[in-house]
T-cell receptor
Framework: NAGVTQTPKFRILKIGQSMTLQCAQDMNHNYMYWYRQDPGMGLKLIYYSVGAGITDKGEVPNGYNVSRSTTEDFPLRLELAAPSQTSVYFC????????????FGPGTRLTVL | QKEVEQNSGPLSVPEGAIASLNCTYSDRGSQSFFWYRQYSGKSPELIMFIYSNGDKEDGRFTAQLNKASQYVSLLIRDSQPSDSATYLCAVRDNYGQNFVFGPGTRLSVLP
């Protein structure tokens, strides 16, 4: 049982490049989330999904896109990377029933230069 | 705009003392409340969850919830240097879909 996995761990992008951050979970959770965390700050929700085929925007969705074709996978797409997207990105999943805590992946540290 | 507020700290306590971390939230309909610990460079890990008014104890940790005051706290007894981390308060919204996180309180336990 691997929990929530994320790839890559680190990435450096040039301004204007695009990339996809991968996230997978093997706990059969319906809910999945993408957060970004800037240095010294809390977690900001980018997008979330309540099940395969269903996604919705969070607090800071601009510059990102998501898809959810399976229960297990929830990739985050960055289009036209900007320095403001330099951050640590965390993927998380949670069950629908209590205890409905979130389980976090190890994070992806992204730098846009 | 649903908000969760915490003192950013740093909160410094001597080893063996009680550390008290506080959190207030704006969404009166919130039903689920969580405390996460985050070490520098690591992902958040769950410490406690609480759903009902009152206290919930787990080892050295006690979570306290007061829905009327929209207030949740975490007490850490016999604080250890290994407890030094940022503590994030999270609230699940009334629809049961989204979590709103506070900015975190940085705790430093001094040997």
């Amino acid at each position: 049982n691997a929990g929530v996995t994320q790839t890559p761990k680190f990435r450096i992008l040039k301004i204007g490049q695009s990339m996809t951050l991968q996230c997978a979970q093997d706990m059969n959770h319906n809910y999945m989330y993408w957060y970004r965390q800037d240095p010294g700050m809390g977690l900001k929700l980018i997008y979330y999904s309540v099940g395969a085929g269903i996604t919705d925007k969070g607090e800071v969705p601009n510059g990102y896109n998501v898809s959810r074709s399976t229960t297990e996978d929830f990739p985050l797409r960055l289009e036209l990377a900007a320095p403001s997207q330099t951050s640590v990105y965390f993927c998380a999943s949670s069950p629908t029933r209590p205890p409905d805590t979130q389980y976090f992946g190890p994070g992806t540290r992204l730098t846009v230069l | 705009q649903k908000e969760v507020e915490q003192n950013s700290g740093p909160l410094s306590v001597p080893e063996g003392a009680i550390a008290s971390l506080n959190c207030t939230y704006s969404d009166r309909g919130s039903q689920s409340f969580f405390w996460y610990r985050q070490y520098s460079g690591k992902s958040p890990e769950l410490i406690m969850f609480i759903y009902s008014n009152g206290d919930k104890e787990d080892g050295r940790f006690t979570a306290q919830l007061n829905k009327a005051s929209q207030y949740v706290s975490l007490l850490i007894r016999d604080s250890q240097p290994s407890d030094s981390a940022t503590y994030l308060c999270a609230v699940r919204d009334n629809y049961g879909q989204n979590f709103v996180f506070g900015p975190g309180t940085r705790l430093s336990v001094l040997p």
